[in-house]
RNA sequence: GGGGUGGUAGUUAAGUCGGUUAUAACGCCGGCCUGUCACGCCGGAGGCCACGGGUUCGAGUCCCGUUCACCCCGCCA
């Protein structure tokens, strides 16, 4: 039998044959996905790469050697195999299968690697735990759906660069290591060898560098960069990410709004051929919060909030008058024919749900039932002026056999439980079209939010958004008011683009940072740079970063960014593969002039322990 | 920082009220099988019940602590 890497190459992948092939010689090389061994009849052996599955047929009448070799495979090794590429026989085809109307009849076998049993099975159904998962990333990852989810990634990746590069905009990279600003997320700190005491901060985004690009005069910018923000992981969140970073000069919020809208659709047509519309629906921050209690809405399915806290104020209900004269909010979701559904179970159940959102207190859940004949059921509509019923009622345009479930109290604790109840009661009761694509602008979001933990205001965005023109005079008396010239991108639930209009007017900027309690010295301090560059000429400007991952999340169909990610970090930020982030050896942090006290969980002494 | 769920064979799970030798499926190993495709049949091996304490005559099971994974809040665009 000859050997075969290095004296043959591949004819093609595992995933290219098709039934014209048959009749010619085929060099295959991959790993055993599954054996199925017939006796005398032959061995049947799948054997994967990137691009698919093919299967092999060894027979001893065939090649005794190859079949004697094959005899002793086992899962994942390693193989390259030759044969003649032959055209099962009709019964035999297997229409799940690409390569399904061929085999490989291989008369040389050569292993090339063998493996251990894989401690989870790469060609299996059960799911092995994540944690195992992670171990041994480079296995998992060897899943014909996690291969097919990167190559996904990767064309989008292409197209986008492909299609910014065909808009005039340029691709330029920005330092992750940068000064440490603070305000935001929490920065990765990295010791400057060369400066005893002093730190780096890894960007949490390019932020100020595009904006400096366009004082630059580079007038349309991208970059898909890596950010790093020091925060707990998530689902749709982890400590190093990637974004589509856009930056562009001379625009407005529609033409960023529509460059994007564009990008979006080049995104889905290579991902999933899939043709999104023109241009997205939009709607305003406070409509957001007023209907869905979320700035990112999931606009799949309906269940909107409605806002009966003016018909609660005097309604004759104890809960909601108290609440109303509180000053807190009352939200009601009528839920459409689910009357019957919603039993007391159900909804005792639902309660307990939106107590335990740690939303901070609610006054519970109320419900009304609407049956037949106009007869109410429920505590509020029993105790409730029948005027007020009827407005309630008028309002949530409540026919028969439809419920309402309101939520009384503070409005930013009613606000995220309704957002909650909302969710939980469109996925219970299967009103999520999952094949459905709610991309949507949410826009005029407010400029700054107070902090009561800082007791200031803070930017809701950051220090260099710029306000609505028209809200610029309530800078110095009603900040709370003032609306930002930033807007998202919504996508079923999940924001995947954030940007925003950016000040040029060294004036403006001044009036933002006193509002947000920053004074010139620290201003100076924190980003002189950037307001000595706005001495010279700054263009208007304003740009938008997108999500990649999310985006890949969603487009993929996985539930978690770390299935998109190649080598992800765990909720603890922990990679478990190689076991970073480690310890160091003291000679490494007396280099850095660094200390450590709390070791926590291992030693700085002994490196990765 | 707070709340929740979980960790039992290589993997996924079951394990009753605290009580004999800890089950099953898949995988693995050996054998059989002339067309399988999640092949099938027969047999076998495989366990520090996450870790550390405690209660008890006796702990996989109860209690306390630690740790890891996942979900949520805080945090984070």
């Not at 269940?303 to 209900?317: K, V």
């Not at 209009?501 to 301090?525: F, M, N, P």
Request: aromatic share 8%; charged share 25%; glycine share 8%.
């Amino acid at each position: 039998m000859e050997t075969i890497f290095g004296r043959y190459a591949r004819t093609s992948d595992c995933g290219s044959l098709r039934r014209e092939a048959a009749g010619g010689q085929a060099v295959l090389m991959g790993w055993v996905h599954r054996i199925r061994d017939l006796g005398r009849a032959g061995m049947f052996v799948l054997l994967r790469d990137r691009g698919g599955i093919t299967q092999l047929l060894f027979q001893p009448d065939l090649a005794a050697e190859a079949y004697d070799l094959a005899k002793t495979l086992g899962p994942e090794h390693c193989i390259a195999v030759r044969g003649e590429v032959g055209a099962r026989d009709e019964k035999n085809v297997n229409p799940d299968m690409a390569t399904g109307e061929v085999e490989v009849r291989v008369t040389d076998l050569e292993v090339l690697s063998r493996s251990e049993v894989p401690p989870f099975e790469i060609s299996g159904h059960s799911e092995a735990k994540e944690e195992l998962r992670l171990r041994h990333r480079y296995l998992d990852m060897r899943r014909p759906e996690f291969q097919r989810n990167f190559l996904m990634r990767a064309a989008v990746t292409q197209a986008v660069r492909r299609h910014m590069s065909q808009q005039g905009f340029m691709e330029v990279e920005t330092p992750f290591l940068v000064k440490y600003t603070p305000g935001g997320a929490r920065n990765f700190l990295v010791p400057a060898r060369l400066k005893p005491g002093r730190f780096y901060a890894l960007a949490e985004s390019p932020q100020i560098f595009k904006q400096l690009l366009m004082i630059a005069g580079f007038d349309r910018y991208f970059q898909v960069v890596k950010c790093f923000r020091d925060e707990d992981p998530r689902q749709d969140r982890q400590v190093e990410f990637t974004q589509i970073d856009v930056e562009m000069s001379f625009v407005t919020e529609e033409m960023i709004l529509s460059q994007v809208e564009g990008m979006a659709r080049v995104i889905w047509k290579e991902a999933i051929g899939l043709d999104l519309p023109e241009a997205f629906p939009r709607m305003t921050y406070a409509e957001a919060m007023s209907k869905y209690g979320t700035d990112k809405p999931d606009l799949r399915f309906g269940l909107e909030h409605q806002d009966i806290t003016e018909l609660g104020r005097d309604c004759g209900f104890r809960v909601f008058e108290q609440v109303a004269a509180d000053g807190g909010l009352i939200k009601a979701i009528r839920v459409p024919g689910a009357a019957k559904v919603l039993s007391r179970k159900k909804l005792d159940d639902l309660t307990r749900f939106v107590q335990r959102e740690e939303v901070g207190p609610v006054a519970g859940l109320a419900w009304a039932k609407l049956q037949a004949e106009g007869a109410w059921q429920g505590a509020f509509p029993k105790a409730a002026k029948p005027e007020a019923l009827d407005a309630v009622a008028k309002q949530c345009s409540m026919e028969e056999g439809d419920a309402l479930l309101v939520l009384a109290g503070p409005a930013v604790n009613v606000h995220k439980a309704a957002d909650a109840l909302r969710r939980r009661l469109g996925a219970d009761f299967g009103l999520i079209d999952e094949s459905a694509w709610a991309l949507c602008w949410v826009t005029d979001f407010p400029l700054f939010e107070w902090s009561e933990e800082a007791q200031t205001w803070t930017s809701s965005h950051h220090p260099f958004t710029m306000p609505v023109a028209e809200d610029l005079d309530m800078l110095e008396t009603d900040q709370g008011k003032v609306r930002a010239r930033a807007y998202d991108l919504v996508c079923n639930g999940y924001e995947i683009a954030g940007g925003s209009i950016r000040i040029h007017d060294r004036e403006i900027q001044a009036r933002v940072l006193r509002a947000l309690g920053i004074s010139d010295q620290e201003a100076k301090d924190k980003f002189g740079f950037l307001l000595e560059a706005f001495k010279y000429g700054a263009p208007p400007h304003g740009g938008i970063a997108a999500g990649l991952d999310r985006i890949m999340m969603l487009l993929t169909g996985t539930d978690s960014i770390r299935d998109v990610i190649p080598f992800p970090k765990t909720i603890n930020g922990l990679d478990l593969m190689t076991g970073a982030p480690g310890g160091v050896f003291d000679a490494q942090l007396a280099e850095l002039h660094v200390q450590v006290t709390g070791t926590a969980g291992g030693t700085s002494q002994d490196a990765d322990s």
